[in-house]
């Protein structure tokens, strides 16, 4: 009499019955990061450590409290993230009809808009507590004001007026503001200048960026400067901003908050990105050499800011 064995099955786990469903979560992962527009969370975090850092030099600070500071940067960088991903929603139209935005997740129908909305929802509101109760109130009221004016105030209105780009500018002023007063509860004449600083850099990046996409921008029905007021009236208020850029970036050294290193420092690059922004070249020609110097010009004036 024979007995027969029967060899057990096994079960490959990553067999090729799991591999899609990785794929699909691998993914949608993906698309909801593009959702945070990661290349701004970059610069959200650097500012806002850059306003951190100068907030405890200037107070004297001596420690660092790195719990502290970890989670006003967490708290801030999930409010930008949300107001992006609300931003797509918002936008997910006019994304379809613009070359660099069409392949987003959005316009490309690879996330439905619910799934937009929910995520920048989440990200962007449920922030707020957290800065309110383990950083300070006023962090988190200023992120909430950023976070509503500029998805509900700025986004809208891109439609309607070339000026909304100013607008726009006093949300993405926010981040050295908000590791500001993160660190002060307060937000005082230095805070102010750390805004300005931002607010007015934003203004001549984005007139370059509107003038070599002026028709992408036209054909999506968004108002920009160049195509309602042309491309000197554009070049005029570039320079215009990129001055006034200069003397806020100057003023941390009236206000004792920086010294002779960043002064000149700071007096150079003002020099080079205001010559840019006057040249008389092609228009496009010189929106490129304006925005490219823009990319430069900020990252230098924070590690002369640190230094």
Known sequence: MTTSMTTPTRVELGGPGLEPARRAFVDVARDLLQLTKPRITVLVVLTGLGGTWLARRTHAVSAIDWQRTAIAMFGVVLVVSGASALNMYVERDIDGLMARTQ??????????PTVALVFGMVLGFGSLPLLWYRVNEL??????FSLVSYVWIYTPLKRVTPWAVAIGAVPGAMPPLLGWTAVTGSIGRAGVALF????????PHFLAISTFREGEYTRAGIKVMPAVHGDRVTRAYASFFTL???????????????????????????????????RRHDSIAWARTLFVTSLVYLPALIVAMLL
Do not use: C, H
């Open 196 to 203: 300005a600083v931002l607010f007015f850099w934003q203004l």
């Open 103 to 112: 392949d987003r997740p959005l316009p490309a129908q690879r996330l439905s």
């Open 244 to 278: 006034l850029l200069i003397a806020a970036s100057l003023s941390l050294v009236g206000l004792g908050v920086e010294g002779a290193f960043y002064k000149w420092s700071a007096s150079l690059l003002g020099a080079v990105f205001f010559v840019m922004s006057a």
């Open 139 to 144: 962090t988190a009221l200023l992120a909430a």
